[in-house]
């Protein structure tokens, strides 16, 4: 196909034909957009920007692309930074808000001699300049490839995104198999963006996922950890959770959680445990509230931890050591495949910790527990696990009247555990 075919195949629609109005775009985006296209570049807004304005939706962000270079649209603004070594994009900063600007690019060219992963899981050779016929086809889906254009604020398709649009279809451009060989993380963006939209995924862009699902080992435990960002924050995590199981790509993930969910004693309980992890999760996102990634985190791998300790124990080792050490190794296998932060673990290791001394209900000990920086996190925590785990509701039960109680309830309440046991010995 030549450019020129491409050209000609681009679907033209018309301002009066779709819904997008200016007013609906951040005021610095069009600023943006509007300085570029008056220094004679042509200048779009594309990607999710694009998709979801379509939709109805509000844009999580604004990307502009341009056939300016990037140091071109540096002069251009004076709040404007160069980012990226390997390719540059220039940050336009404002005060509350940074917009991206790339110039075209041409696809990445496949060849089976060339290693298409750097070490840091990042494509190589998507970095020529090209044009806007050009930078199409090397974007992920036809709904990721519509280019509004500031000048006479029609939409440009070269891929019947609209189409797909309007059908609630999820479809990758070009052959399946290469585009997501080239980038296996498009499986997990797949995923995230048809549970976010409540799409389905086309069936031959889902055709390959189980085949290449163990791509996702070669991509950087970086890129990994990114992405699970957004694939649980998303606000649809229970929905994203069952759905990268359906393609088996959170084993790739998630492998101990994974294998925590194939044992034949637990595994109803797990599976309901990370349910309601993901169910509250998405309720607190769409009340507004903050989740503590960590906190997410440590659920996830709350019962892999367990299951370690429980091995540890049985060869002799006491409750802490054992919790301690089954830690260590599941955390250790976890950051090879996503990259945890250190400051993230920590908050986990205090959840896991605190689980044990919930049990220890004597002397000062839960007056000092009500002093710890993650209490309330593992207090929730704890009542997670009561939900699913009826021995501990007890348990849950004495800490919310502790926590809520006055002295005098807290005073009743230790002596009572005091006295069960004396009772017990
Ligand atoms: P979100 O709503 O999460 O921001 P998005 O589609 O805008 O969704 P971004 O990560 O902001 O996602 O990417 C912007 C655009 O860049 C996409 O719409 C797509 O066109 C392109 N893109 C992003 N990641 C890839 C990828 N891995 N392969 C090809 N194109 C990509
Ligand atoms: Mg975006």
């Known amino acids: 196909m030549t450019t020129e075919d491409v050209v000609c195949s681009a679907k033209i629609i018309k301002r009066k ?10 005021p610095n985006a069009l600023k943006v957009l509007y300085r570029l296209s008056k220094n004679g570049y042509s200048a779009y807004l594309v990607g999710g920007g694009v998709r979801d304005l379509l939709l109805g939706l509000e844009p999580k962000d604004f990307d502009i692309v341009t056939d300016a270079k990037p140091e071109q649209v540096k002069k251009l603004f004076k709040n404007a930074l160069l980012i990226g070594k390997r390719f540059r994009i220039v940050h336009v900063r404002f005060r509350h808000e940074v917009i991206e600007v790339a110039t075209f690019r041409q696809a990445a060219i496949i060849d089976s001699t060339q290693q298409m992963e750097s070490a840091h899981g990042m494509l190589l050779r998507d970095n020529v300049y090209g044009s806007i016929d050009e930078d199409v086809w090397r ?23 609209v189409d797909d649009l309007d059908h609630g279809v999820l479809r990758i451009i070009g052959d399946p198999q290469e585009r997501l060989v080239e980038d296996p993380v498009r499986m997990l963006r797949a995923v995230r963006l048809a ?3 409540g799409f389905v995924i086309d069936e031959a862009t889902a055709a390959p996922f189980k085949e290449l699902a163990s791509l ?23 929905d994203v959770f069952a759905t990268l ?6 084993q790739q993930m998630y492998p101990l959680t994974e294998e925590s969910l194939l044992d034949v004693k637990r595994n109803h309980v797990i599976d309901l445990f ?19 990634p960590a906190y997410l985190f440590a659920g996830l791998l709350w019962y892999p931890i367990l299951l370690k300790q429980y091995h540890y124990k049985s060869t002799g ?46 002397g000062r000990r839960p007056y000092k527990l ?3 920086l993650k209490f309330r996190a593992a207090y929730d925590f704890l009542l997670l696990r009561a939900e699913v785990e009826p021995t501990l509701q007890p348990l849950a039960q004495w800490w919310t009247e502790f926590y809520h109680g006055n002295e005098k309830i807290r005073k009743m309440l230790l002596a009572d555990v005091n006295k069960k046991r004396t009772q017990k010995k």
């Open 274 to 292: 990370l349910l309601r992890l993901f169910t509250h999760t998405d309720e607190r996102i769409a009340l507004g509230k903050t989740v503590n």
């Open 216 to 238: 996702l080992t070669h991509v950087s435990s970086a890129r990994l950890f990114d992405e699970s960002l957004k694939l649980f924050l998303s606000g649809n995590s229970a």
């Open 317 to 362: 080792m006491r409750e802490v050591p054992a919790l301690d050490a089954a830690i260590k190794e599941v955390t250790s296998i976890q950051q090879k495949c996503t990259a945890i932060p250190r400051r993230f673990i920590n908050t986990m290791r205090d959840i896991w910790f605190m689980q044990l001394q919930f049990e220890k209900r004597f």
């Open 195 to 197: 549970c976010k939209l």
């Open 139 to 161: 974007r992920d889906f036809t709904i990721n490839a519509l280019y509004y254009n500031i000048k006479d604020f029609s939409i440009v398709d070269y891929t019947d995104g």
């Open 370 to 372: 009500l002093t710890q």
């Open 17 to 26: 034909q779709h819904r997008i109005s200016r007013q609906q775009i951040s």
């Open 245 to 250: 199981r359906q393609y088996q790509l959170f």
